[in-house]
């Protein structure tokens, strides 16, 4: 079985950081490309940060670029999203998720294992 599992979420000031972190079991998905996507309240789901199997390799959204930080720690089972200098606008529920085949993507649908998500609210 097949399970993403998030957490790290929380209330932060603008311009504070939070750690968001993503638990992934099931022999499979643990050596898969990972990637974090969010979805704020009446928005589309939208594309953060990918990153490769062995964490060698990573893509950011614009919007994210110097901000946020994306890892992974293969020996803990566990992926992880670095965001500093955050924003209100990035207030969003935050999904990590997986893929079984390698490459770079941006879309939803060509992820196939989906954690339940961690909201993160930026706010003064």
């Known amino acids: 079985q097949v399970q993403l599992s998030e957490s790290g979420g929380g209330l932060v000031q603008p311009g504070g950081s939070l750690r968001l972190s993503c638990a992934l079991s099931?022999?499979?998905?643990?050596?898969?490309?990972v990637a974090w996507f969010r979805q704020a309240a009446g928005k589309e789901r939208e594309f953060v940060a990918r990153?490769?199997?062995?964490?060698?390799?990573?893509y950011y959204a614009d919007f994210v670029k110097g901000r946020f930080t994306i890892s992974r720690d293969n020996a803990k089972n566990t992926a992880y999203l670095q965001m500093t200098s955050l924003k209100p606008e990035d207030t969003a529920v935050y999904f990590c998720?997986?893929?079984?085949?390698?490459?770079?993507?941006?879309?939803?649908?060509?992820?196939?294992?989906w954690g339940q998500g961690t909201q993160v609210t930026v706010s003064s």
């Open positions: 099931g022999r499979t998905v643990t050596a898969s490309p």
């Open positions: 998720a997986a893929r079984s085949r390698p490459g770079i993507t941006t879309v939803p649908a060509q992820y196939e294992w």
């Open positions: 990153l490769s199997r062995s964490g060698n390799s990573t």
